[in-house]
């Protein structure tokens, strides 16, 4: 028995949320299609909606790694540190990507939950994944603590575009039909 093995429930239960919020995000992209697309919308997209489905999607991949049949805990630390420091690497993208489109002007909460929480989740990750090779009892916590993180953080931001596409832009979108 692995010290992965007291935390099946967790991973099954984070690793479905995920899943389950991964298809949502698809259903409201679906919902709100036929709203008029401003020039330069793509690489809004590119810096505010797509992180939110990779952050879902490396819960999912970690819950399946973790929940995986391994013999012993190093290779699962090893996969999910590449993850964490691939995801460090993503992070500086989509913090370029927030800074080069022109669409929207971020807020202190979109540095925040887009490029400041999502960094120290993968940074965590990492750091744990190490830790876990040599302290497989509590180098765990750490993994989960930042696949928690991830979640929270899509959850977050899957909220906040939906808010902004139904609340904002339908309102400038009535405006603008307005006759004058």
Known sequence: MTALAGWQNFY???????????????????LIADMPVARGQAQAGAAFGTPTIVHF???????????????????AAVLSGVLGLGGIVYGVVVTRRMRSQKVYRP????????????????????????ATRSNPATGP????????????????NAWDAVTYHVFVQRREEKEDQRPD
């Open 12 to 30: 099954v239960i984070v690793g479905s949320s995920a899943g389950a919020l991964i298809g949502l995000q698809f259903v409201v992209l679906t």
């Open 57 to 75: 999607g490396a819960v999912l991949l970690l819950s399946g790694i973790l929940t995986a049949p391994w013999q012993n805990i190093a290779a």
């Open 141 to 156: 916590f750490g993994i989960a603590a930042a696949v928690l993180l991830l979640l929270f953080i899509g959850i977050h």
């Open 107 to 130: 807020e202190f909460e979109d540095w925040l939950f887009h490029s400041l929480l999502p960094f120290a989740a993968y940074a965590t990750l990492a750091g744990s994944a190490i």
